[in-house]
């Protein structure tokens, strides 16, 4: 299957820097990209997403972006908020696959 | 928030006790997943249902199973618990499956095994 991962393991940063989380897939496949942001505590919950016809997606103060041919995809966040702490999840998920395949996380900190 | 549910949101068992959580739904999604967080693991898929008595198994399967008798309930059975199923599990609903769709999570259930 998908094997996804994700660096760094923790992130601080502080508050108003850019904050970048990098992840890489194994399956060539994969054309489905989303990333996941858990708050302390709180279920997971979908930020933003890319499917594998676009190489960079953008929403107000986050974007991802895609390297297919490198097979890997990145969450940029600028003007970082303390309400941005949280935990992120990068996921791929294959042609055809029933499921997503999640990386390990990155636990973000942003310091006021 | 999607219209999903998990009992219960914590609870510990003994070890060698068999413990069942259920995850409902109120979307009429015909996905459904049980998925388990640990620390430096993320979320791994446990098993996953593609319809009422459809269902697959997921990475991290052995010492699970499931049922889906219902559209709307997806349950997770340990059969015999053990101290390395202490977790915290979660579900989640999806309409068409993992490629191209928002998976939707419920609160989580954290369990302990002693």
């Known amino acids: 299957g998908e094997n996804v991962e994700q660096h760094p393991s923790t992130l601080s940063v502080q508050e108003g820097d850019s904050a970048v989380i990098k992840c890489t897939y194994s399956d060539s496949a994969s054309n489905y990209f989303p990333w996941y942001k858990q708050e302390l505590g709180k279920r997971p919950q979908l930020i933003i997403d890319i499917r594998s016809n676009v190489g960079e997606k953008k929403d107000q103060r986050i974007a991802v972006t895609l390297n297919k041919t490198a097979k890997h995809f990145s969450l940029h966040i600028t003007e970082t908020q303390p309400e941005d702490s949280a935990v992120y999840f990068c996921?791929?998920?294959?042609?055809?696959?029933?499921?997503?395949?999640f990386g390990t996380g990155t636990r973000l900190t942003v310091i006021p | 928030d999607a219209g999903i549910t998990q009992s219960p949101r914590h609870k510990v068992t003994e070890t060698g006790t068999p413990v069942t959580l259920r995850c409902h739904q109120t979307?009429?999604?015909?996905?459904m997943y049980w998925y388990r967080q640990d620390p430096g693991h993320g979320l791994r898929l446990i098993h996953y249902s593609y319809g009422v008595k459809d269902t697959d198994k997921g990475e991290v399967s052995d010492g699970y199973s499931v049922s889906r008798s219902k559209t709307e309930d997806f349950l997770l059975t340990l059969e015999s618990a053990t101290s390395s199923q202490t977790s915290v599990y979660f579900c989640?609903?999806?309409?068409?499956?993992?490629?191209?769709?928002?998976?939707?999570f419920g609160q989580g259930t954290r369990l302990t095994v002693v």
């Open positions: 996921a791929a998920t294959p042609t055809g696959a029933n499921n997503l395949f």
């Open positions: 989640a609903i999806s309409s068409t499956g993992g490629e191209n769709t928002e998976a939707f």
């Open positions: 979307e009429n999604h015909r996905y």
